[in-house]
C-alpha cells in the first residue's frame, strides 16, 4: 500500500506535470513518436500488401518474411542501428525500429484481407467490366477494410508500447520518465511512468475501437 500511495502522489503532483520533463511534455513526444512511426510504416506496409494481396501472388512469402521480423526484439534492432552511420543522426534509430516492428500486422492484416475477399464478388465485378484499379478500390479495398483496419489498430498499440525505447537513446515520450525514475532509484516514479504507458495504450485502443463502431458500416465488417 506504501508503494501505491507513492505512486498516486506522484501522480497528483502537480509539479510532475507541468514543464520540459512534465508529463503533458512526454505525453506529447509519445504521441508524436507513435503517429510519425504509424503513418510512415503504412505507407510501406499497405501498398504492398494491397498490390500483392490483389495479385493473389508473393504474399505469403512477404507475410511470412514480416512474421519472421517480429521475432527480433526492437530492442536488439536498436542497439544494432546505434552501432551504424544511421546511430548519429537523432531519431532516425528509434524510428527505423519502431517502423519495423510496426510492418508485420499491417502487412498481414492487410494482405488476409485482401485475400478473403469473396471471389464471387470480384468475378462479378470483373464481369462488369471494371479495370484492375477500379477493382481494387471500389470492391477488395472496402471490403477488406475491417481487416485492414485491426492491423492499424494493432500497430498503434504496439508501437504505444514499444516507443518507451526511444528514452534509452536520449529521446522523449513517456519512457524518460521511467528512465529519470531508475536514475534517481524512485521506485514510485517508475511505476507512475509505467501507468501512464498502459493507460495511454488503453486509450489508443479504445479510440480505435470507438473509431470502428462509429465508421460506416462497410468500415466495420468483422474484425478477426
Do not use: K
Not at 504509424?38 to 507475410?63: D, E, K, Q, Y
Not at 517502423?99 to 485482401?114: D, E, Q, S
Amino acid at each position: 500500500m506504501n508503494t501505491v500511495s507513492a505512486v498516486w502522489g506522484w501522480l497528483t503532483t502537480a509539479t510532475n506535470w507541468s514543464g520540459e520533463n512534465g508529463v503533458w511534455h512526454r505525453l506529447e513526444q509519445h504521441l508524436v513518436l507513435t503517429f510519425a512511426c504509424l503513418v510512415i510504416s503504412a505507407l510501406i506496409a499497405l501498398p504492398v500488401a494491397l498490390t500483392l494481396g490483389h495479385l493473389g501472388r508473393g504474399g505469403a512469402l512477404a507475410v511470412n518474411l514480416a512474421n519472421i521480423g517480429r521475432a527480433v526484439p526492437t530492442f536488439a534492432v536498436l542497439v544494432l542501428l546505434l552501432l551504424t552511420p544511421i546511430g548519429r543522426h537523432g531519431q532516425w534509430p528509434t524510428i527505423i525500429a519502431l517502423v519495423l516492428f510496426a510492418i508485420p500486422p499491417l502487412l498481414t492484416n492487410a494482405y488476409v484481407g485482401m485475400r478473403e475477399v469473396d471471389q464471387n464478388v470480384v468475378r462479378a465485378a470483373r464481369g462488369m467490366g471494371m479495370t484492375g484499379t477500379q477493382l481494387v478500390w471500389r470492391v477488395e479495398v472496402p471490403l477488406a477494410f475491417p481487416l485492414v483496419l485491426t492491423g492499424i489498430r494493432i500497430a498503434a498499440v504496439q508501437l504505444v508500447a514499444t516507443a518507451t525505447l526511444a528514452a534509452l537513446v536520449g529521446g522523449g515520450g513517456l519512457g524518460r520518465i521511467i528512465t529519470a525514475g531508475f536514475n534517481l532509484a524512485s521506485t514510485p516514479q517508475v511505476v507512475a511512468g509505467a501507468v501512464l504507458v498502459a493507460v495511454f495504450a488503453l486509450l489508443m485502443e479504445a479510440a480505435f475501437e470507438l473509431a470502428q463502431r462509429w465508421a460506416p458500416g462497410w468500415a466495420r465488417g468483422r474484425a478477426r
